[in-house]
């Protein structure tokens, strides 16, 4: 249950950020007070009163991307990440916060790992189990997660990763239950 709160309070923070956005892009163009740069020649760059800056169209996939190309870690064997940025993640305003590109990648590596752990724990592979588990704890060490998690009761260590590391998935089957659209190709 610890571990599905966890898994809340990130949809929920992530659901936050992308509604305090779309609301500062509301604000910004009512008060007209956005500037935007020329960043190719259809696209514009917006940036809210705050100094968040918005990506729009080709610029959400350009970034996702980018994020895919530059994080630390691959996904397990058999994994790819999909070409474009899964509709979950798509904001339905056509505007996102910068750095949410690189949000979707980490949740989409953490979704695949857990998945991967699942799968290799009741297989019984312990090589397979290990190797997820490896992975698992690196998911805190992210500049992302540093960032923008907060867990100041260690429920991550406390209820999901430290019990699968004793042979206990519960926890990790607990988060891994609220990963929809962690849009990534899964070869067989």
């Known amino acids: 249950m610890e571990g599905r709160t966890l898994r809340h309070q990130i949809i929920q923070r992530r659901?936050?950020?992308a509604?305090?956005?779309?609301?500062?892009?509301?604000?910004?163009?009512?008060?007209?007070?956005?500037?935007?740069?020329?960043?190719?020649?259809?696209?514009?760059?917006?940036?809210a009163?705050?100094?968040?800056?918005?990506?729009?169209?080709?610029?959400?996939?350009?970034?996702?991307?980018d994020a895919i190309d530059a994080?630390?870690?691959s996904l397990p064997p058999k994994y790819s990440y999909a070409d474009q940025l899964?509709?979950?993640?798509?904001?339905?305003?056509?505007?996102?916060?910068?750095?949410?590109?690189e949000a979707a990648v980490a949740y989409i590596w953490l979704c695949s790992w857990e998945e991967e752990y699942l799968e290799s724990h009741q297989a019984k592979?312990?090589?397979?189990?290990?190797?997820?588990?490896?992975?698992?704890?690196?998911?805190?060490?992210l500049p992302n997660t540093e960032f923008y998690y907060s867990d100041p009761t260690d429920i991550w260590e406390?209820?999901?990763?430290?019990?699968?590391?004793?042979g206990d998935p519960s926890g990790v089957k607990s988060s891994f239950a609220s990963c929809s659209?962690?849009?990534?190709?899964?070869?067989?």
């Open 15 to 17: 659901t936050r950020s």
């Open 19 to 47: 509604l305090l956005a779309s609301l500062s892009l509301v604000v910004c163009v009512i008060a007209t007070g956005c500037t935007s740069a020329s960043d190719g020649p259809n696209q514009s760059q917006l940036v």
């Open 49 to 65: 009163p705050d100094g968040t800056e918005l990506l729009q169209g080709d610029q959400i996939d350009v970034e996702y991307q």
């Open 71 to 73: 994080f630390p870690y």
């Open 86 to 101: 899964g509709e979950d993640f798509k904001p339905t305003d056509g505007h996102m916060e910068k750095g949410s590109g």
């Open 125 to 141: 592979e312990s090589t397979r189990e290990d190797a997820a588990l490896e992975m698992l704890a690196k998911w805190k060490l």
């Open 158 to 166: 406390n209820h999901i990763l430290g019990p699968a590391q004793l």
């Open 181 to 188: 659209g962690f849009n990534l190709s899964k070869g067989e």
